[in-house]
């Protein structure tokens, strides 16, 4: 005879999973329209204070520079994103992603990986890399 019995802590675990990957895939949308619309206001909410990125020429700042860099404008226009993976592992995720958009009339994209981290029942930025990818 089977055993059907639900392990209610399966279930949970799934549904936290699955409400978790829900906030990052919200938080995402509003990370690259934050950097679209220069509104440092949400960055300054959703980014830890020891926010570090690397840009996609290999130097790395910290949140203030990261602030100033975006309250100048993003510098692009049609900005879109894609190829979204998010991989929540406990209190941390790993979202992975691609920005398209137009700089100097020329497309172009980077390919970005950011990690959050649940602290305080908030989800905060920590870190982000972005790479550049060869115009195909």
Known sequence: MCDTTVDPDSVAAASAEADAVATLHELNAHYVRAFAESDIAWYSEHLSDDFVCTLADGRRIN?????????????????????????????????????????????ASTRYT????LRAGHWRAVAAQLTSLAKT
């Open 63 to 107: 949140k203030n520079e990261f602030l100033q860099r975006n309250a100048e404008g993003p510098g692009v226009t049609n900005v879109s994103y894609d190829e979204i993976d998010v991989r929540p592992l406990g209190a941390t995720a790993v979202v992975h992603g691609v920005t398209h958009f137009t700089c100097d009339g020329m497309s």
């Open 114 to 117: 950011d990690v959050w981290q």
